[in-house]
């Protein structure tokens, strides 16, 4: 269920996350799982493991860190930069070499909008997680996406990316319902809204040239409107925006 990652995709996961956006709400998330000295935390899709060394430093040395996913390619580059975690390959919905009620903390960062049925991961963590263990969801919405270009460019480019490029585009807004549902108290949802000025970042962090040539190729844009939002990148100024909502789930 986790998304299979070639080497590109393990760059921008990379980028992403030493990107002005990236670090703020990646911080965000790190406040929010209240990680201590001696925690067992798992990172369900951690791909290339950019995400692995902040959680290290939380537990410390007499904790556990855990990394589950699904591609093979992208645990081996995170067993390359830290050899100390420890490295699951499988479907984060069925995470076969972990117990019930056997983890502190769980997070995910951008993949359940990628996989087939998120309720399932979600109630995977909640079988994972002890009582009083905490989940942290860091998932976008989708349908908050903005882009400085004509309005209509803007929400064409938007229903493309909602309708053809994310599976679930609106997840973010469903974990609070999805965690309850699991039987898992729901404890905080914040919106992260990251507003984006520089062309560059702009133009990596949203993948702008690549969904924009999508766009075209399907239909859902001219090839000079698709040209208007690659062109973003080398734009003096820009504004874009989108939102990560942050929900915390506790097991009771």
Known sequence: MSV?????????LRAVASSQHGSSYKDACLGLLRLTEGHRVVDLGCGPGVDLAALRAGVGASGEVIGVDLDHKALDSASQAHPWARLLHGDIAHVEDLPDSSVDRVKTDRVLQHVDDPYQVVAEIARL?????????????????????????????RDFVTGSVIRNFAVGRQLARLSASSGMVVETVLAHT????????????????????RAAQAGALTSQE?????????????????SVVLTVAVQP
């Open 4 to 12: 299979i990652r070639n080497r590109s995709s393990q760059s921008y």
């Open 226 to 242: 698709a040209e208007v939002i690659a062109d973003i990148e080398s734009a003096q100024e820009c504004c874009a925006a989108v």
């Open 129 to 157: 997680l002890a009582p009083g263990g905490r989940a942290v969801f860091c998932e976008p919405d989708w349908d908050t996406l903005i882009l400085d270009v004509e309005p209509s460019i803007s929400q064409r480019y």
């Open 194 to 213: 990251a507003v984006i000025t520089d062309p560059r970042e702009a133009a990596t962090v949203l993948g702008l040239r690549r969904v924009s040539e």
